[in-house]
């Protein structure tokens, strides 16, 4: 079966530079969230988006920005990169109306980013 | 608000032996609770869910949680580990009846299977 596709599976950039992470839903699916997880600490809430609306917004720093496009795919784009930045970023889907019981968030393989 | 606390960041068990991994939940309203599975350098993989109905949750790999309310608790057992079971497991809480899906995690437990 499909799965959440993430792009690049590695970046590495230097302080200060700019990165763009892309996430690719599983088909029909319509709601796409963004998850930071720093070293050995658990996954954090950043922004979701529902039929390409921003739909929550969790700990985003305001040096990133995302949206969703018209095929659903979500791109999560991050400036002004500090070394603190260097985490997972997973981005999961899910089908139809956000919270509906039968449609738990399937996960990507996440992209790891390390900012020298 | 809510919350997840996950007792025992690290827990190790002999293969064969039972697994109980603890967590607990804070929630101010009915909670959906979630157990999810990551191995090193993947992404997370549902394991099972409680949303409503039967508190007894099975879910894939032998896994099978029970939602106490009383308790606030979710934990997640496994009758007999197997080495393939080494992994970090987390516990996930949702808010039902809002218009979003967010999941908040607890911190995650590194369960280790010895031979």
């Known amino acids: 079966a499909a799965g959440v596709i993430q792009s690049p599976r590695h970046l590495i950039k230097e302080k200060r530079e700019t990165a763009t992470l892309k996430c690719y839903p599983i088909p029909r699916h319509d709601t796409v969230y963004w998850y930071q997880q720093g070293p050995g600490q658990d996954p954090q809430f950043l922004i979701s988006?529902?039929?390409?609306?921003?739909?929550d917004k969790g700990s985003i720093p305001d040096r990133f920005s995302a949206q969703q496009f018209s095929d659903y795919h979500s791109e999560l784009n991050m400036s002004s990169l500090e070394l603190g930045d260097s985490a997972l970023y997973f981005c999961?889907?899910?089908?139809?109306?956000?919270?509906?019981?039968?449609?738990?968030?399937?996960f990507g393989n996440g992209t790891r980013l390390t900012v020298t | 608000a809510q919350s997840v606390t996950q007792l025992g960041s690290h827990v190790s068990v002999s293969e064969g032996a039972l697994v109980l991994l603890r967590c607990n939940y804070s929630s101010s309203v009915p909670p959906y609770l979630f157990w999810y599975v990551q191995y090193p350098n993947q992404g997370l993989q549902l394991l099972l869910k409680?949303?409503?109905?039967?508190?007894l949750v099975k879910g894939i790999n032998g896994f099978e949680a029970e939602f106490k309310k009383s308790e606030t608790s979710f934990h997640l057992t496994k009758p007999s580990a197997h080495m393939s079971d080494a992994a970090e497991y987390f516990c996930a809480v949702s808010e039902s009846g809002g218009s979003n899906y967010k999941l908040t995690f607890g911190k995650g437990t590194l369960l280790t299977v010895n031979p």
């Open positions: 999961a889907s899910s089908p139809g109306v956000p919270n509906t019981a039968n449609s738990p968030l399937h």
């Open positions: 988006f529902y039929e390409k609306m921003q739909s």
């Open positions: 409680y949303t409503t109905g039967a508190t």
